[in-house]
């Protein structure tokens, strides 16, 4: 007897072979001795297998693990036979290894059941989709509809009874946040609770398939799903790390592609290959920001790994990161596997594009994708490690034989010339003709206007009237006033402050600088006149190295305007007329006078400009006599302070009327002005004329051309474009003639200097005279070196990504139709067929309905893979109208407590953007903008888009958006969701939430209660109130209102965040205001029921 007591003990401490062996030989060893693989012969998948051992005999002893060459082996006694192998896998802990032993010495034992594991090539996602028969239903409403038909099946087969359909409000509150994102307004509920008949539901949907905000309600699904996010790296520096400057032009490209119908397959062959498919459309070439997206600035393997990872992940239900370091452990994917698939992307890159007529692509760009290195190789990195690749054996572009679909060709595909040189497209060339046209039509009309001028002037001016220039009679010319400082008038109303501080203090004006060598500049807001005087009262305040204070005229922009300065400086005293151009200061020798300014004296400067000619005095003296040497343009006035600092006591500036001594000048410049413009005319002409030879050269060039006739465009380019710069050198010349002989016949009366002044004349005149003849010899001598148009890209690209794509869609494929069905049905049940949405391998859970999951795979791909006719097809059904209320099923909660079958539909809670989106337009304040650029998160609650269009990175995302779980632009495949007491607090205490709560309230002052509350419900709740909610109403807003009535009983109100609304002084509508924002916290504004 105790020998049999003892005995039952033993066996009831026996190794279990199924529970306890089997499962830990499939986690360590299944994956290179299993039935996808079988090393050294070797197979430990069953019983008779471990038994029968491998190429080396028998590994198990039965009875004798001490005789077992597996014990050794997982121990680490066999030289060079470690299991699992290093970097594969960890070693068995003792426990394990003695779990084995014990098996062993207990003989080896298995049941006799025990069979070999499937051979993972015959797992179901494996296999090609067929359409299954539909099966035959009992009832005339299931067999309207294959959905209800396959649903209906099931529910069958577990015993299960549907629920009833679910009420008009509920039902129709549904289908419009399941496919718009925003919830029905009180017209379109009670129409359809006056008719909720089929043909009224189904005109709904129609209608709202058709509706814009379609496509951005499943717009946001798929960005969910590609991993879409906006740009993202150091803000400070302006610096892009991860993802693309512009990125939103994809998920515009999502919505329009949605809302257009365009089919799935051409979605994902657009998004992995529109430059190889359609390398000029620069509408479907956004699509490719969906590889851009992964794009990662520090290292390139990780931006592939993404690319490659997430690809599988998303389109064909495939988690390949295992494989990437050894043989996948349980699906039939190598690590070549893994590798042959990162060949289809290896030779690509990123790069954005510009806009015609804009050339900064970070104010307008378009990111997408191109082959940049065609000839780039792949290799296998050993154990997953960049840093050891298998240089010996590159490896070429291939996919998994086990998906049973074989690659189509890799053809290289030769881009035409536009694709990859984008200033020889037609929009460009186009709108480069078309700046060089503009300026050549304000030319003619100056010209025009000329010659108007002209036309009632003397031929010569000699037959009008001299008469010297006085100062006198410049003065009494002096009477339009244009602008003046005033200190009893606010400094702004007509003068802008350019660079430092400029403040009015003691009637005087002060400027503050803003760094040490930096100018301050105070602006006109207006363009001063052609002739003017001007008068400066100042007086210099601080010693310093220059300490120059002055003004500008003609100034078109900080940099390039005429200038005076006087400088009381340690080293001299002078005052200076210069110019700038283009950020360079230019000092003409002539241009200086010494002079005996002091620190605190003050100081009036005069300055009298006509035309070229410019005088200037200090402290009633003439000081210089100048000509400009620039040409005059309109532009604004300025006074400006560098390196010192000084007061402004007075500031005016005067319109000069005509005098006599105007006309002769008058008519000599605009004979000059007549010829000069003549000039131009012609040389634009001549830049119209290059910009064409230029194209026709380059594309000669780029495309199939004779060798002859792309040597004779090119010379003809050369010459065009050296015709203009001749062109250009004589128009100076003329200009440079004018400005001697101006000066030659220059009479100073009191001012030094005429002597610089010719001399300078005589060096412009000489340089603009070698410049011609330059110019004219270079033009000669044309050789066919021109400026191109732009910098070409690679010429051909490898239709890696193309042929990819084709495959992903190819009929045969097994995975790609039946994933994006699985995340449609999860986005319309929350609950997926597949629920490991991005993971059909071999360990995926079960499908819950694996018939209708191909059945919709093949309609989808049937269909032309249309996804608008699946909605239709899903939302129609009866499955689709339950309700979710249990009802009197309440013996299905036995069954199927998980609701797995769909015996009633499933409650879910909005998602993060359809919270915010609803309050919005519950409030009237959404705005219905489609598209454009990307908003910044922070202006969530004081600008009112649709929550997809704000900023959403792994870094930044909305605070609001954040409490209800919004997607990770990281991985999200399917959402979480969490209910956390933050959710309620933001829906009570946000800036969002109050102001529009309050917005709402104010909207509907007007009603008297009973209507207030009716109308509430719709707005919020999507539904009238029942009798108990109206009573429990009317009891709330009459108790907050005697609540707030009672201000010397209530608790000051503390100042509420930035942007939010005061709440109303009235105690009733304030009771309304808080009304409002209880049914925001209600558990069914959250809620699709």
Request: charged share 25%; proline share 7%.
């Amino acid at each position: 007897m105790l020998y049999s007591i003892c005995a039952e003990v033993r066996a009831a401490e026996s190794v279990d072979f199924a529970h306890q062996v089997k499962p830990l030989l499939a986690q360590q060893c299944f994956a290179c001795h299993g039935p996808l693989k079988q090393e050294s012969n070797l197979r430990l998948d069953a019983g008779t297998l471990i038994l029968a051992g491998g190429e080396s005999g028998p590994i198990v002893v039965p009875g004798h693990a001490d005789q077992s060459t597996l014990i050794e082996i997982v121990r680490g006694g066999v030289a060079n036979a470690q299991m699992p192998p290093p970097g594969e896998g960890t070693p068995l802990k003792p426990a394990e290894v003695q779990l084995l032993e014990r098996w062993i010495n207990e003989g080896a034992n298995f049941p006799a059941d025990d069979r070999p594991e499937l051979d993972p090539r015959e797992f179901w996602s494996y296999q090609p989709v067929e359409r299954p028969a539909i099966p035959t239903s009992r009832t005339p409403e299931a067999s309207k509809n294959p959905v209800d038909a396959f649903i209906n099946a099931r529910l069958a087969e577990h015993q299960l009874t549907p629920v009833a359909t679910a009420d008009p409000f509920t039902l129709l509150r549904r289908v419009y946040l399941d496919l718009t994102g925003l919830p029905p307004n009180q017209q379109q509920i009670e129409a359809f609770a006056r008719d909720p008949s089929d043909a009224a539901y189904e005109a709904t949907v129609d209608r709202l398939l058709q509706s814009p905000q379609y496509g951005e309600r499943w717009g946001r699904h798929w960005m969910d799903v590609w991993r879409y996010s906006d740009w993202y790296g150091s803000t400070a520096a302006n610096e892009i790390r991860n993802s693309q400057y512009h990125i939103w032009h994809w998920r515009d490209w999502i919505i329009k592609s949605l809302n257009e119908d365009k089919g799935y397959d051409k979605m994902v062959h657009e998004m992995l290959a529109a430059d190889e498919l359609a390398p000029t459309d620069r509408d479907a070439l956004r699509a490719t920001g969906y590889l851009g997206r992964s794009w990662y600035l520090f290292n390139r393997t990780t931006w592939l790994i993404d690319t490659v990872e997430h690809a599988n992940m998303a389109f064909l239900g495939v988690t390949m990161k295992c494989a990437r370091c050894h043989d996948h452990k349980y699906d039939p994917i190598r690590q070549t596997d893994y590798y042959r698939f990162r060949a289809f992307f290896e030779p690509h890159d990123v790069r954005t594009d510009p806009y015609p007529g804009e050339s900064d692509v970070k104010i307008k760009g378009l990111p997408r994708v191109y082959d940049k290195m065609v000839d780039a190789p792949t290799y296998l990195f050993q154990r997953g490690d960049e840093r050891s690749p298998d240089k010996e054996n590159p490896l070429s572009p291939g996919v998994a034989e086990a998906f049973g679909t074989p690659l189509g060709d890799l053809n290289e595909i030769i881009l035409p010339v536009e694709a990859r040189y984008l200033e020889l497209q037609p929009e460009f060339t186009h709108v480069a003709e078309q700046a060089i046209k503009d300026r050549l039509g304000k030319s003619q009309t100056a010209l025009a206007d000329i010659q108007a001028q002209l036309e009632p002037l003397p031929a010569s001016t000699s037959a009008l009237p001299t008469q010297p220039w006085r100062a006198d009679l410049v003065r009494e010319s002096a009477a339009a006033l244009f602008q003046q400082f005033n200190p009893d008038e606010e400094l702004e109303e007509h003068w802008e402050q350019l660079a430092g501080t400029w403040a009015v203090e003691e009637q005087t004006l002060r400027p503050e600088l803003p760094a040490a060598g930096v100018t301050a500049y105070l602006a006109t807001k207006q363009n001063h006149p052609q002739d003017f005087y001007a008068r400066l009262v100042y007086r210099p305040l601080e010693p310093g190295t220059y300490r120059s204070i002055g003004f500008s005229f003609d100034l078109q922009q900080v940099g390039d305007s005429q200038d005076i300065y006087t400088s009381t400086g340690d080293q001299q005293q002078s005052v200076q007329a210069f110019h700038r151009v283009a950020g360079k200061d230019v000092y003409p020798n002539s241009g200086i006078v010494k002079t005996d300014l002091q620190v605190g004296a003050e100081t009036t400067l005069e300055v009298v400009a006509r035309g070229r000619d410019l005088r200037i005095w200090l402290n009633g003296q003439l000081k210089l006599d100048y000509v400009m040497p620039l040409k005059r343009q309109p532009g604004r006035f300025a006074a400006w302070v560098y390196a010192g600092t000084a007061e402004f006591r007075e500031l005016e500036i005067h319109a000069l009327q005509p005098s006599p001594v105007d006309a002769p000048r008058r008519l000599s410049q605009l004979q000059l002005a007549a010829q000069l413009e003549q000039m131009e005319i012609e040389a634009i002409e001549a830049e119209l004329a290059a910009l064409r030879a230029r194209v026709a050269a380059e594309r000669a060039k780029y495309e199939p051309a004779d060798a002859d006739e792309i040597t004779a465009l090119a010379i003809a380019a050369d010459k065009a474009e050296k015709r203009v710069t001749h062109l250009r050198t004589q128009r100076q010349l003329i200009e440079t003639d004018h400005y001697l002989q101006l000066v030659a016949n220059f009479d100073p009366t009191a001012a030094p200097g005429e002597s610089m002044l010719l001399v300078d004349a005589e060096q412009l005149q000489t340089a603009s005279q070698a410049a011609v003849e330059a110019s004219a010899n270079a033009m000669a001598t044309a050789t066919g070196q021109y400026q191109p148009l732009g910098e070409p890209y690679p010429a051909k690209s490898t239709g890696r990504r193309l042929a990819l794509a084709r495959w992903m869609t190819d009929r045969r494929n097994p995975r790609t139709a039946r994933v994006a069905v699985n995340h449609i049905w999860l986005r319309h049940f929350g609950r997926a067929i597949v629920p490991t949405v991005a993971d059909f391998g071999i360990r995926s859970q079960p499908r819950s309905h694996p018939l209708l999951l191909d059945w919709l795979a093949a309609e989808l791909i049937e269909s032309g893979w249309r996804m608008k006719p699946l909605h239709k097809l899903i939302v129609m059904s009866q499955a689709y109208r339950r309700s979710s209320a249990v009802g009197d099923q309440a013996h299905n909660l036995e069954s199927d407590p998980d609701n797995t079958y769909l015996w009633r539909m499933n409650s879910r809670r909005l998602e993060a953007e359809a919270v915010r989106d609803s309050i919005l337009f519950a409030s009237e304040q959404l705005d219905p903008t489609l598209g454009g650029p990307t908003l910044p998160q922070t202006e969530g609650h004081t600008t009112f888009r649709r929550s997809m269009y704000y900023q959403v990175t792994p870094d930044n995302r909305m605070d609001f958006l954040a409490q209800f779980d919004v997607a990770s632009p990281v991985q999200c495949y399917q959402r979480k969701v969490s209910v956390v007491p933050q959710q309620a607090l933001a829906l009570n205490n946000s800036v969002l939430a109050q102001n529009h709560a309050r917005h709402l309230a104010t909207l509907l002052t007007a009603l008297e209660q009973r209507e207030f509350i009716t109308r509430t419900f719709f707005k919020t709740l999507s539904r009238p109130p029942t009798d108990k909610e109206r009573q429990l109403s009317v009891q709330f807003l009459t108790q907050q209102e005697k609540l707030l009535a009672d201000t010397a009983a209530l608790t000051p109100l503390l100042p509420g965040d930035e942007g939010v609304t005061p709440p109303a002084a009235d105690a009733s509508q304030r009771a309304r205001e808080n009304y409002v924002q209880v049914l925001f916290n209600h558990n069914d504004f959250v809620t699709v029921r």
